[in-house]
């Protein structure tokens, strides 16, 4: 062995008995960059940093994986059970009740940190806050524990004011904590305004792009998150969650390739790394873009690959950012989305509905969608059905205390009502019951499981004054779809045929432009409203220039 062997390894072996030094380490390449300072051994250093970098692009099951190798090299990190007890919670974005068996787990993990004893006052203060999202969870409800983590994650971060780790989480509860029906977004700027500082300086930590893009994940917010999620797939190319997150911001402002070509690799990563529920849930969202773009053959073949996909229950519920109730969720989502957006009411009513494990919701995607597609089809008897199943649902959401998917079923629920109502010739109360729909959706958000609602109540009741013969009316409607959620097919559509009602030609002419330009990849001849937009556009077009001789 030569000398300068000799003296690393003697460095080396000192380093490692200098177990309440602290260390800063990272780890760059496929998972971006993490500085964590920790008083784990030396030896600890590089798998705690792929650990932290793994909880910061929502690999859970890995990350989990991470902490536990470095506890077993160190018996004495205790900040290693911090780790797994965070990664145990989950996606935070993820609305509905965490598995009981996750949360005893959790808890688990924080006691056996306390009991190996974290060395420094700052990584004791980090379990306390974790446990915050543990403590007396047979008592105390979920919302209740997640502000308590908000708030201590809060003061680690005023205590430690130069710990840039402690600022970041802190940020990121007040993105989760933040409370939907607050239209000045006021926790989610106070959010992202302290990401987009760190990020200067550390711009390829994958957390800080990842909550940037949570952040503004609001329609009025989108736009800031752009620079985010171009560049956060090229930071973490390894995590399936960092190759889907950029379609968050991208289905926010209709960028519908965008999502899709970003999805595609999400879809593949994660299907190698055997997270079905990633993989569907990427599929949800990228079947959502090809409806948009009338890319339907496209569609279809996932739809198809949904159907086949088998169980995603069966997987560790931890394993990645998208939980099993992602996968359900997507599975009952994804055909429901390919029959309402092409307008295939017969189509709808024939949809199979799969009971779930506590996903009352997802089962709701499946009942509205049939509730519409007979409204509309004219079979009236099924629209009632769908009408009360939705009504059991809620009620079973309010037992088990699911506040935000009781709204959600409820607005739901107000919308196949009302087409049930037009069917039956009660006009008035349709649109009357249609706009009580809208109104309640415009004061809440969409959660994180989906890429929008698979009806927007305001594009709803456009479709429905249109029936009736109130194109502008429909049209004001169709706008308000547009403001919240831009290039959705049906909602372009509709102003434009709404415009053309209404003896409107140059906005009919406008919006059937636009609607050939979202749909330049669209099929063949494909849907009726683009021969529609076809012939309104031809018909307008400037006649050839003659050749000279």
Not at 215 to 235: F, G, N
Not at 291 to 312: H, R
Not at 415 to 424: N, P, V
């Amino acid at each position: 062995m030569n000398r300068v062997s000799c003296l690393v390894l003697a460095i080396a072996a000192a380093s490692a008995t200098a177990r309440a030094q602290e260390h800063q380490h990272g780890t760059a390449g496929q998972l971006g960059t993490v500085n964590f300072s920790n008083s784990c051994s030396v030896e600890a250093q590089p798998k705690f940093a792929e650990g932290m970098a793994l909880l910061h692009s929502f690999e859970f099951g890995q990350a989990i994986d991470a902490f536990k190798a470095v506890a077993a090299q160190d018996g004495g990190c205790g900040i290693a059970y911090w780790g797994m007890a965070l990664a145990q919670w989950g996606n935070p974005f993820a609305a509905g009740a965490k598995p009981a068996n996750l949360l005893l787990a959790g808890r688990d993990y924080v006691a056996r940190g306390k009991a190996a004893g974290a060395k420094t006052e700052r990584e004791r203060d980090y379990l306390a806050a974790a446990a915050a999202l543990y403590d007396n969870l047979e008592t105390v409800d979920q919302r209740t524990r997640m502000l308590a983590y908000r708030d201590a994650m809060a003061r680690v971060a005023a205590k430690y004011p130069s710990d840039t780790e402690a600022a970041t989480f802190h940020a990121l509860a007040l993105a989760v904590c933040a409370d939907p029906a607050d239209k000045t977004y006021a926790d989610q700027l106070k959010a992202g305004a302290t990401l987009e500082a760190l990020w200067k300086t550390q711009p390829q930590h994958p957390g800080l792009a990842h909550y940037i893009i949570h952040a503004y994940d609001v329609p009025a917010l989108a736009p800031r998150a752009v620079e985010a999620a171009r560049r956060y797939a090229r930071i973490a190319p390894a995590a399936p969650h960092a190759l889907h997150m950029p379609s968050h911001t991208f289905t926010r402002l209709g960028y519908w390739q965008d999502s899709i070509d970003t999805n595609i690799l999400s879809a593949e990563t994660a299907r190698k790394a055997g997270s079905l529920s990633e993989e569907l849930h990427a599929i949800d969202y990228q079947v959502y873009a090809y409806l948009q773009t009338a890319q339907d053959a496209a569609a279809k073949k996932l739809v198809d690959t949904v159907a086949a996909s088998g169980d995603p229950t069966t997987p560790r519920a931890t394993a990645s950012a998208a939980p099993a109730a992602a996968g359900m969720f997507a599975q009952a989502a994804v055909p429901a989305r390919y029959a309402l957006e092409r307008g295939a009411w017969a189509e709808a009513t024939r949809l199979q509905v799969t009971p779930t494990r506590g996903m009352p919701h997802a089962e709701a995607m499946t009942w509205f969608a049939r509730g519409l597609g007979a409204a509309r089809s004219g079979d009236a008897a099924l629209a009632k059905t769908a009408v009360d199943e939705l009504q059991k649902l809620i009620d079973r959401l309010t037992e088990a205390k699911e506040t935000y998917w009781v709204e959600q079923v409820s607005i739901q629920k107000l919308g196949a009502s009302a087409w049930l109502a037009l069917a039956e010739g009660r006009r008035d109360e349709a649109l009357s019951t249609m706009r009580t729909a809208a109104a309640r959706e415009d004061r809440t958000e969409k959660n994180a499981i989906t890429p929008g609602p698979l009806a927007p109540a305001h594009e709803l009741l456009g479709e429905m004054l249109l029936q009736v013969k109130q194109p502008k009316e429909a049209l004001a409607e169709f706008q308000k779809t547009m403001a919240k959620e831009p290039n959705r097919f049906r909602g372009v559509a509709g102003a434009a045929a709404a415009a053309q009602q209404a003896g409107d030609t140059a906005a009919a002419r406008k919006y059937y432009a636009q609607l050939l330009t979202i749909c330049v990849k669209a099929d063949s001849p494909g849907r009726p409203e683009l021969e529609a937009a076809r012939k309104a556009t031809r018909s307008t077009a400037a006649p050839p220039s003659r050749s000279r001789h």
